[in-house]
């Protein structure tokens, strides 16, 4: 499988201006960090939702998993195929007002059955975001400044994370968490009118007959070892780094008792600059290390989730809460890592026809498979371990989920040792003249 030198090329010479590139990024940018104001918001509300509606840690975990987390991801990849064939702005922009709508109906809600309602409108909205966006971001940007262009994307997950602690927090308990929801929910009419009318539907490349991965089914894209083993990997760490995420709030709030606004503004301010961080250094880094080699921004990965594992075991077994924050500071720094090199690798492994469709499968196992296993399955010990009058259930059950972050690290090296190249300005030695090698055999 290779990709034809002079298609490539020709698609770079079509780009738009690189300003208004960047600046459809930074607003795609925006949208994200809506979305993730909308999808973190309950994480911090947790103790105050089992109070008012009387939910178990299992009902937590089925609204903050299954819920939200499986319907988004599954959604995505029927939404996915219609961004590869109609206007992508126009179904950003659309969903932009659904996710937002159901955001603000949450603070009505009065039954377990009635907020996971919510929640399901919320990810069938969002479920149109990512796949869409990385779609526009990879027709607007050469293959080289992907990474970037994704990590910078991504940023507005960490920024959206540390609103939806901090002023979500503050507003919960200060004026409650219906609320939170209706103020963070009324603000999505703004940002669909911005999407709608300042940025262009770019145009899309034309296909090659040498592309990594021909256009076809969902089961052809899942054959290719490299994409195969990035879906794994993702799914695993989404499952290990996803429950820290939506339980450490209540984590802290038990453990060290903390109240909302402070767990908010400690725990949302390490998780959100941290995430940041991450996600810019990640990108950053993979793209540098990705010119030399696209093989060495896996590798980098996967040492890095090494260095995340021991931090976040270590964050649940010390007693300090100052020491917590520093070892969450590191498990999310380097966690934040894997976005840029992991969906600039899928998208540069597809053509411009699946580019929408191979997010959405990413979604579904980094979300669907992943983090809505992981915050159930924590919610299911939590309650389990309990019952049993183990003290400190919570944390026991965290503990087990952070070790199957290991277990993605095996599969980011699998997919580093089956790549080569897929930068049209690589051309290993043994290749030929017009073609650039992308996966070992």
Known sequence: MYVEEPTARMHERSLPSRGYAWYVVFILMLCQLLASVDAHLPFILVEVLKDDLGLSDTQIGLINGPAFSLVYATAAIPIARLSDRRNRIAIISG????????????????????????????????????????????????????????????????????VAF????????????????????????????????TVREPLREQRSSGTYVSQGSVSRLLKHPVIRNLLAG????????????????????????????????????????LAMVGMLAGGF?????????????????????????????????VDSYSQFLVLVAITVLLSSFYIGPTYATLQSMVDSGERSLVSAIALFCFNGMGIAAGTLVVGLL????????????????????????????????LASRKITAFDEHFVPPHAGSGSVVTTAR
């Open 95 to 162: 969903a932009i007002v659904i996710w937002s709508g159901f955001t603000a109906a949450a603070g009505a809600a009065h039954t377990f059955g009635s907020l996971a309602f919510t929640r399901i409108g919320v990810a069938v909205g969002e479920s149109a975001l990512t796949p869409a966006a990385h779609s526009v971001i990879a027709s607007y940007l050469p293959v080289s400044s992907r990474a970037k262009g994704i990590a910078i994307y991504s940023f507005g997950v960490a920024v959206g994370a540390f």
């Open 166 to 197: 901090a002023a979500g927090g503050y507003i919960g308990e200060h004026f409650g968490w219906r609320t939170a929801f209706l103020a963070v929910g009324g603000t999505g009419l703004f940002m669909a009118i911005l999407m709608l009318t």
């Open 234 to 273: 993702g799914a695993l760490l989404g499952f290990s780094s996803g429950a820290i995420e939506s339980w450490g709030p209540a984590y802290v709030m038990r453990t060290f008792g903390l109240s909302t606004t402070e767990t908010g503004m400690t725990f949302g301010i390490v998780m959100g600059i």
């Open 285 to 317: 880094i993979a793209s540098w290390l990705s010119a030399r080699h696209p093989r060495y921004a896996l590798q980098m990965l996967a040492i890095v989730l090494v260095l995340a594992t021991i931090a976040q075991v270590g964050s649940l077994v």
């Open 382 to 413: 939590s309650d389990v371990l309990s019952n049993y009058s183990v003290t400190h259930s919570l944390k026991w059950a965290l503990l087990v989920v952070s070790f199957v972050k290991l277990w993605s690290v095996l599969h980011y090296w």
